[in-house]
């Protein structure tokens, strides 16, 4: 039963143009949701991460939105660069059940020139 | 450098070869987890431990075993490797839970039981 779902195992995006990474959950307890960015043969990164209380997180370049009566959040990267090429796992938590991080199963952009 | 310390990074042993992951971090964190990532599944959680002498299972715990006898370690054994176990795990580590504390993550170690 998969809890955190990210439906498009890939992305395409053009330099300069915006990314745009989803994210859906089924568990009502989540309260709390992270993106982690991971390059080949390294652990993840922490990325950003918003509480359920909120409906946008923003840091830099990065900006996550949670709509809760959807279920659903996204990972918006502007203006998207070669760095930024990676899989992105998305993750929820339930805080108070035992902090179990409970991610979905990537996505892989790739940010071409 | 704060960093989470796996070894080791690449091991292929034979079907009940008990073997040991071990994992380290610097940073005096309580909270420490470890997680397996195969294709088509993303990462999921083995075991985690909210402090020393606390560990608990995560969503995949059958076959492993884990101990937290002090702050900056939390090995991972396996005591009758199988084949289904093969895949990349990683330890992870943060202040306190994961919900608004950044996790740092060790390097992974790819593990083929044959």
């Known amino acids: 039963d998969q809890q955190v779902k990210q439906n498009s195992p890939s992305l395409s995006v053009q330099e300069g143009r915006i990314s745009i990474l989803n994210c859906d959950y089924t568990n009502s307890m989540f309260d709390y949701f992270l993106w982690y960015k991971k390059y080949p043969a390294e652990g993840p990164t922490f990325l950003i991460s918003i509480s359920s209380i909120k409906d946008k997180n923003e840091d830099g370049r990065f900006t996550v939105f949670l709509n809760k009566s959807a279920k659903h959040l996204s990972l918006h990267i502007v203006p998207s660069q070669p760095g930024d090429s990676a899989v992105y796992f998305c993750a929820a938590i339930f805080t108070g059940g035992g902090n179990k991080l409970t991610f979905g199963t990537g996505t892989q952009l790739k940010v071409e020139l | ?114």
């Not at chain 2, 560990?55 to 084949?83: A, C, H, M, Q």
């Not at chain 2, 990683?90 to 992974?108: V, Y």
């Open chain 2, 1 to 114: 450098e704060a960093q989470v310390t796996q070894n080791p990074r690449y091991l292929i042993t034979v079907t009940g070869k008990k073997l040991t992951v071990t994992c380290s971090q610097n940073m005096n964190h309580e909270y420490m987890s470890w997680y397996r990532q195969d294709p088509g599944l993303g990462l999921r959680q083995i075991y985690y431990s909210m402090n020393v002498e606390v560990t608990d299972k995560g969503d995949v715990p059958e076959g492993y075993k884990v101990s937290r006898k002090e702050k900056r370690n939390f090995p991972l054994i396996l005591e009758s490797p199988s084949p289904n176990q093969t895949s990349l795990y990683f330890c992870a580590s943060s202040l306190r839970g994961l919900g608004n504390t950044e996790a740092f993550f060790g390097q992974g170690t790819r593990l083929t039981v044959v």
